[in-house]
């Protein structure tokens, strides 16, 4: 079954520096693979999206993925991170009619 | 507002009663999804509609939750006789292919 996961579920950095957040995929197939964030009691947004084009993706808020067929990867990153960062982030695949979503990660931004 | 619009955003219950939730797709969207959060896990897939019809149903979608999405437009989730273990974020999302989904605000649901 196509799934992802995403490695670490608390990432801290501090204001400023670089965020790296991890998902990896299982699949045997390139997939369509998603980024989201949700805020406390909020849905949740869309950050990027691949869709089999541009392996590395831009996004909304100066995030960006790189998709990394070898590594089965689809990392999600920010040259620096800002206060307003903070927030739940998930990975996601599509398979069929099914969004399946990582287990998140919670990023901690520290001024 | 243009976006998915879900109400109410929180509803309160007693165990044992029956509770209705409403989601307002985007207008051109003909497909619409419900998911289900839980504190700290990710959104768990409940059910899928193309216009009215209800194409995908998840196991998790025991007999008594209902989804209905009437004329294709809006959605319905009914959950009858609510346990605590009921209580999570309800989420609606709708998109027009199958590529993306946009998200609502989401109902909280606590079942006391």
């Known amino acids: 079954a196509q799934s992802v996961t995403q490695l670490g579920s608390h990432v801290s950095v501090s204001e400023g520096a670089l965020v790296l957040l991890r998902c990896n995929y299982s699949?045997?197939?390139?997939?369509?693979l998603f980024w989201y964030v949700q805020y406390p009691n909020q849905g949740l947004q869309l950050l990027l999206k691949?869709?089999?084009?541009?392996?590395l993706v831009k996004g909304i808020n100066g995030f960006e993925a790189e998709f990394k067929k070898s590594e089965t990867s689809f990392h999600l990153t920010k040259p620096s991170a800002h206060m307003s960062d903070a927030a739940e982030y998930f990975c996601a695949v599509i398979l069929g009619n099914q969004f399946y979503f990582g287990t998140g990660t919670s990023l901690t931004v520290i001024p | 507002d243009t976006g998915v619009s879900q109400d109410p955003r929180h509803k309160i219950t007693k165990r044992g009663q029956n509770v209705t939730f409403r989601c307002d797709p985007i207008?051109?969207?003909?497909?619409l999804y419900w998911y289900r959060q839980t504190l700290g896990q990710g959104p768990e897939f409940l059910t899928y509609?193309?216009?009215?019809?209800?194409?995908?149903k998840s196991r998790l979608l025991s007999d008594r939750f209902s989804a209905e999405r009437p004329k294709g437009s809006f959605s319905t989730l009914e959950i009858q006789r609510t346990e605590q273990g009921d209580s999570a974020m309800y989420l609606c999302a709708s998109s027009s292919t199958f590529t993306e989904a946009f998200f609502g605000q989401g109902t909280r649901l606590t079942v006391v």
């Open positions: 207008s051109e969207h003909n497909r």
């Open positions: 509609f193309q216009n009215e019809a209800q194409l995908e």
């Open positions: 699949s045997s197939v390139p997939p369509y």
């Open positions: 691949y869709t089999s084009a541009a392996t």
